[in-house]
């Protein structure tokens, strides 16, 4: 593609905001590039500054977990909902990182989507809990119930098991202050 040729406007340019692999189409001087590099950032920032144990693994531009991730996200429709780090540990466990995962680096991805789901969550639900078969512990995320109190996660150790799901991951909204029923396994959204 000619640059002449190339999606300018942001309009134009949705569908490669997340895109680290289309912004080398741009020269690097061009308002659209500068837009594209805006909006990755902000991307960027949000996956690692939430998990930058991720780091330890990619190394300290964070690239190579980074770039792959967003292509396959992309490819894929997975949006930048709660669930999108959840999302991000599927992918890492496919890819080149996969033998060296952590249940340190599972718990912090799960307590950044149920922290993210507390914070913008607006139905009438209190918390979400978010259930994994790689290990029997629920993290909960707990939307604000005061002017003084901020969301919080907490992981819990159930004394009882809960039947696993038939996904890896599954969550289910909780409807009151605290876990009073299991009301099953719901998949992850795109």
Not at 66 to 85: D, I, K, L, N, Q
Not at 129 to 145: E, F, P, Q, S, Y
Request: proline residues 7%; aromatic residues 14%; negative net charge.
């Amino acid at each position: 593609m000619s640059p002449t040729s190339l999606p300018r406007t942001d309009r134009e340019l949705y569908d490669v905001l997340a895109s680290p692999k289309a912004i080398r189409d741009y020269p690097q001087d061009s308002l659209a590039y500068g837009r594209i590099d805006v909006s990755l950032r902000a991307y960027w920032h949000s996956t690692f500054d939430a998990c930058p144990e991720l780091l330890d693994l990619s190394g300290p531009d964070g690239m190579a977990i980074f770039s792959p991730f967003m292509e396959w996200a992309r490819e894929r429709g997975v949006r930048f909902t709660w669930s999108y780090y959840l999302w991000l540990y599927r992918w890492l466990e496919r890819s080149k990182f996969g033998d060296r995962l952590s249940d340190e680096l599972l718990q912090s991805l799960m307590g950044a989507s149920a922290a993210r789901w507390a914070i913008r969550d607006r139905s009438a639900a209190y918390g979400l809990a978010i259930g994994c078969a790689a290990t029997r512990n629920l993290v909960v995320g707990w939307k604000c119930n005061s002017l003084s109190a901020g969301r919080q996660v907490e992981l819990i150790e159930p004394e009882e098991p809960i039947p696993a799901g038939d996904e890896f991951f599954g969550f289910f909204t909780i409807s009151t202050p605290e876990i009073s029923t299991f009301p099953g396994w719901r998949s992850l959204p795109l």
